[in-house]
């Protein structure tokens, strides 16, 4: 609910800047004026980097016991209070003989942030270059040793937002759904009829008060530092630090610097991408899980698409275990109910050979590619998200056929390829709803299809092709 909150603060403030919001409370405190924070690029390219506050300041890593005193200024920034809503409804109807079924669900969700008036701190860059310019980082530091083994970056924290007051955040939810049920029994000498009709409604109130001098948002200079524990200040925009090891492998490589925080810019990525046959970015593990698990699994991740945070969390979960990490119990812990299913059913291994383990870590293949398929979904936006969670197995297979012809083909498709399923001008509308939220126009004419991405499109075409590439292989041989 914070990190909403201070995510909708940055995203209308600062929208193509450089400030970062900040994603957990408890992390407020560590983000002074000169404290180090670790950035800690993603393992796939249109991903955001993390970054990870650190209890450390500029200071702590420098040789020498003189301490490096921090010069700022405070100034007003802008009193903000903002709502945030979302309406989500559908209904369903059903017949199968004298068995007649009506469900209908609403949702709404209220998110009202009131942070009031806040001010803005910022380092003296010029001063910190002056008192740090004949001082060397101690390259047996703790943190630098560990960040030299990740080839992480470290940054300084350049300055940051804070509220004046106390102020709250404060969340609203409503949730109902009306069921309508008749059942009729016919024999040659009775007959029965059964109707059923229910209301359920349930609504949730959380508000959090949020303390005066809170950290909702920041910005970084990153920091380039050499083996012999010199070190530079990153200050032009998206220039890119890292720490000198060994091997030049730990730089940042040419190709990211067309990028800034892993976004490409505003680029478009084609979907030919995918035709590289990289190992990488394989989905095909998830095809080898027992059907009974990729069953479970995409019901289990259909229900999640609708709550992004956890959806968010669960990639975070993946990507500790795909480096190699243990959960640990206080983070199983924070899983709800339906977060323990799903991550259960993703470490369900496979009856399968030793070849479907990551032959470097020894992480089984599809827990790599589970990891891939729930980071494309978490790149997609909230439309596309919920369409995908009402889609069915039919349309799901049908719609992966369709996309595969198409990124194959630079030219117009026959509309006689169009797979059955998507024959139905229901199926096709709401395949058309799916391209359009990325930014593709999906086009048709009486024997020719084709489909138009728009400027703003960027890497979401892709990302929606390795999504639906994912749920497809999961929900193979479902009825």
Request: with cysteine; proline share 4%; aromatic share 4%.
């Amino acid at each position: 609910m914070f990190s909403k909150a201070t995510a909708n603060f940055v995203r209308h403030i600062d929208p193509e800047g450089s400030l970062k919001h900040v994603s957990r409370l408890n992390d407020s405190d560590k983000l002074v004026p000169m404290a180090l924070v670790v950035k800690r690029n993603r393992m796939w390219f249109w991903q955001r980097p993390k970054y990870q506050p650190t209890d450390f300041t500029l200071s702590n890593l420098l040789q020498g016991d003189e301490v490096l005193s921090p010069d700022v200024s405070k100034t007003e920034f802008v009193t903000y209070e903002g709502t945030y809503r979302d309406k989500l409804s559908g209904k369903l109807d059903t017949e199968a003989g004298s068995v007649r079924a009506t469900l209908e669900g609403q949702g709404t969700s209220k998110l009202q942030s009131c942070f009031g008036k806040l001010k803005k701190e910022e380092l003296d860059v010029k001063k910190l270059l002056k008192d740090s310019s004949r001082r060397l980082i101690d390259m047996q530091q703790p943190l630098v040793q560990q960040l030299e083994k990740r080839a992480d970056v470290l940054a300084v924290v350049k300055e940051r937002i804070l509220t004046v007051n106390s102020c709250t955040v404060t969340q609203t939810k409503k949730d109902q759904c009306a069921f309508q049920g008749m059942l009729g029994l016919v024999g040659s000498s009775f007959k029965v009829c059964a109707k059923d009709s229910n209301n359920i409604e349930v609504d949730s109130d959380v508000s959090l008060e949020i303390p005066s001098g809170t950290v909702i948002a920041y910005s970084i200079l990153e920091l380039e530092i050499k083996k012999s524990g010199h070190f530079n200040i990153c200050l032009q925009p998206g220039s890119i630090g890292g720490i000198e090891a060994d091997s030049l492998e730990s730089w940042p490589s040419q190709d990211s610097l067309d990028k800034v925080d892993g976004k490409c810019n505003g680029e478009k990525v084609p979907l030919s991408a995918l035709q590289n046959g990289s190992q990488e970015m394989d989905l095909s593990p998830l095809a080898e899980l027992p059907q009974l698990t990729r069953c479970v699994l995409f019901k289990r991740l259909q229900e999640t698409l609708g709550d992004r945070t956890a959806l968010s969390y669960m990639e975070c979960l993946l990507e500790e275990l795909c480096s190699g990490e243990t959960l640990s119990m206080a983070k199983h812990k924070e899983l709800s109910e339906s977060q323990r299913k799903l991550l259960s059913a993703i470490l369900d291994r496979p009856d399968t050979d030793s070849h479907a383990e990551n032959s470097q870590c020894g992480i089984p293949s599809h827990l790599n590619a589970a990891h891939l398929l729930v980071s494309a979904l978490e790149e997609l936006p909230d439309p596309t998200l919920s369409l995908l969670s009402e889609s069915s197995a039919d349309f799901l297979e049908a719609f992966d056929a369709l996309m595969c012809m198409l990124k194959k083909s630079s030219e117009p498709l026959s509309i006689q390829c169009l797979p059955v399923p998507l024959q139905d001008n229901q199926a096709f509308q709401l395949a058309e709803q799916l391209l359009s939220s990325t930014n593709v126009t999906l086009k048709r004419d009486s024997d020719r299809l084709w489909m138009e991405t728009g400027d703003e499109a960027g890497v979401l075409p892709l990302v929606l092709c390795l999504s639906i590439q994912g749920l497809s292989l999961l929900c193979k041989g479902q009825k």
